[in-house]
């Protein structure tokens, strides 16, 4: 079964407008979720992680046990935010080596 | 070069061929990873290994073997794959297991 689920493929938005990419996670435990960002010919990179609790690059994601959801959002999108993201999780305890990462969202942001 | 690199970028191979993947950190981190992406499904989590001691094999088949010499270099052998064995394989490190991961650039590996 897959823990980390990603269930769009691919978000268009235009320039200014809200984004958000949802993810959600299946474990009962105490995860660790992180978002990673790719960019066109670039490496994967950490982009935030909930432990954090940081803004980066304007984009915020909030940890809901409840709903077991990590969505990632920006208030208003930039076309530079175009790229893959990652949602992954770590798992607690004595499985904190343990990594899952979902299928990706690839966000488009059109002029 | 800093980060982490990985050689070779691209690799074809047979499957009778034996070969390996190469990573290497200049972070100074403790923590090694390789994952597989293959198309249309998530990164796999494959090998950890902390301190040169393997952590956790992910059920990963015996086909691939993977050698952490030391804390900064980590292989990936590679022998009998199988066509569905195609797929970018990357490699991460880390400052212990529960920090950011740095990802390299992946082999993007072929089998034929």
């Known amino acids: 079964a897959q823990r980390v689920t990603q269930p769009e493929k691919l978000l268009s938005v235009f320039k200014g407008a809200p984004v958000e990419l949802k993810c959600n996670y299946s474990?009962?435990?105490?995860?660790?979720l992180f978002w990673y960002v790719q960019y066109s010919r670039q490496r994967l990179q950490l982009l935030l992680r909930?432990?954090s609790r940081e803004s980066i690059k304007g984009f915020t994601a909030d940890l809901n046990k409840g709903e077991t959801s990590f969505h990632l959002k920006k208030p208003f999108a930039q076309e530079e935010d175009s790229a893959m993201y990652y949602c992954a999780l770590r798992l607690g305890g004595v499985n904190f080596n343990k990594f899952y990462f979902g299928s990706g969202t690839k966000l488009n942001v059109k002029p | 070069e800093t980060g982490v690199t990985q050689t070779p970028r691209h690799l074809v191979m047979g499957m009778t061929n034996k070969k390996s993947l190469k990573c290497e950190q200049h972070l100074g981190h403790n923590a090694m990873y390789w994952y597989k992406q293959s198309a249309k499904k998530p990164l796999e989590l494959m090998f950890v290994?902390?301190?040169?001691?393997?952590?956790e094999n992910n059920s990963v088949p015996s086909r691939f073997s993977p050698e952490c010499p030391n804390s900064s270099h980590l292989f990936l052998h590679l022998h009998t794959l199988q066509p569905e064995d195609s797929a970018l394989y990357l490699c991460?490190?880390?400052?212990?297991?529960?920090?950011?991961?740095?990802f390299g650039p992946g082999t993007r590996l072929t089998v034929l």
């Open positions: 474990y009962s435990g105490s995860p660790e």
């Open positions: 991460a490190s880390s400052q212990d297991e529960v920090n950011e991961q740095f």
């Open positions: 909930h432990i």
């Open positions: 290994y902390n301190f040169k001691e393997q952590t």
